[in-house]
């Protein structure tokens, strides 16, 4: 089983950056591709981005690309997500899982959840 830890969230205004964390511990990290999720109030949880084990292959929904990036560093067992230029629709609890499937896409089947970093964005 992996553990799952995200962090980094926080309140920025419109036009603004942050970086979330996701620390993982419990199994070997770097077996597994990731993804980043997002739920909005009074929303479904909805994709933002995923990674492959490597780092080599990367994707993103519409609504993000251009401005995330997913990375990840495996000798410190971390998953990353760099939100620049952020909006106020951005606004969400940001979680990141573990991609069973190992395949690093949207379509994956996703597992062991974090408890989700808030992130909040003032216009």
């Known amino acids: 089983q992996v553990q799952l830890v995200e962090s980094g969230g926080g309140l920025v205004q419109a036009g603004g950056s942050l970086r979330l964390s996701c620390a993982a511990s419990?199994?070997?990290?770097?077996?597994?591709?990731m993804g980043w999720f997002r739920q909005a109030p009074g929303k479904e949880r909805e994709f933002v981005a995923a990674i492959t084990w490597s780092g080599d292959r990367t994707y993103y929904a519409n609504s993000v690309k251009g401005r995330f990036t997913i990375f990840r560093d495996n000798a410190k067992n971390t998953l990353y997500l760099r939100m620049d230029n952020l909006k106020p629709e951005d606004r969400a609890v940001y979680y990141c899982a573990v991609d069973v499937d190992g395949a690093g896409t949207p379509g994956s089947t996703y597992e062991y959840w974090g408890q989700g970093t808030q992130v909040t964005v003032s216009s």
């Open positions: 419990g199994r070997t990290f770097s077996d597994y591709a």
